[in-house]
């Protein structure tokens, strides 16, 4: 059993212990004779799907309590892992969840780091820098990359220290190890998507 979360930009994969990614731009060369179970927020995969009998979407297989509107199915499959806490999964967007008693009380979503840099870019070329990881953010930058950095990175830390205050706070996607770092209380879980399509699978199969 091969387990897929297909993003917008990117493509996960989880079996036997293993992860891995693809671009979606190099999901049509994927080919196997195992039982893939997927989640999807990419329309045009999906559609291409349509024709890979053994590519089995478990959207439906989540019981997942909330009045959130239009909650996509990977936030869905990673607070289905965490009963009580915060879920940050920082990609290309960052999204941020709280889970109480298995109860989803809300969310929000900010740019990822990449998006920040891709806009700065776009603004002038005098700003396509990468934004340096290591900045320090306990002193005002002297120079424009670190600026860009500053003023990136400080802000995300400062909304989700608001937010957190004394619950676990757990992430995942790609720049999720990096955040970590910066709080008590945290775990990096890279598979947390995974857990909780794993939780979904197992429930369907019990029912």
């Not at 979360?5 to 190099?26: A, M, P, Q, V």
């Not at 990977?74 to 806490?85: E, K, L, M, P, T």
């Not at 979503?109 to 953010?137: A, Q, T, V, W």
Request: charged residues 25%; glycine residues 8%.
């Amino acid at each position: 059993m091969i387990l897929c979360d297909i993003g917008n930009h990117t493509i996960n994969f989880f079996h036997d212990g293993k992860y891995w990614n693809l671009k979606c731009s190099e999901f049509s060369s994927f080919q196997t004779k195992e039982t893939v179970y997927y989640i999807s927020v990419n329309d045009k995969i999906d559609s291409e799907l349509k024709n890979r009998k053994n590519f089995v979407n478990i959207e439906s297989y989540f019981e997942f309590d909330t009045i959130y509107q239009g909650m996509g199915i990977d936030r869905i499959a990673a607070c289905s892992a965490v009963q009580d806490g915060m879920i940050v999964d920082a990609g290309s967007a960052i999204t941020v969840d709280i889970m109480s008693n298995s109860i989803h009380l809300g969310g929000f979503i900010m740019p990822g780091l990449s998006s920040y840099e891709k806009s700065f870019e776009e603004i002038s070329s005098r700003l396509k820098f990468r934004l340096n990881p290591n900045i320090d953010l306990s002193a005002l930058p002297q120079k424009t990359a670190d600026a860009l950095s500053y003023g990136v990175i400080k802000p995300i830390i400062l909304v989700l220290q608001d937010i957190q205050k004394d619950k676990k706070i757990y992430f995942t996607g790609g720049d999720g190890k990096f955040f970590s770092k910066y709080f008590e209380n945290s775990i990096y879980d890279r598979g947390l998507v995974f857990r909780g399509m794993k939780q979904a699978i197992a429930r369907r199969e019990n029912a």
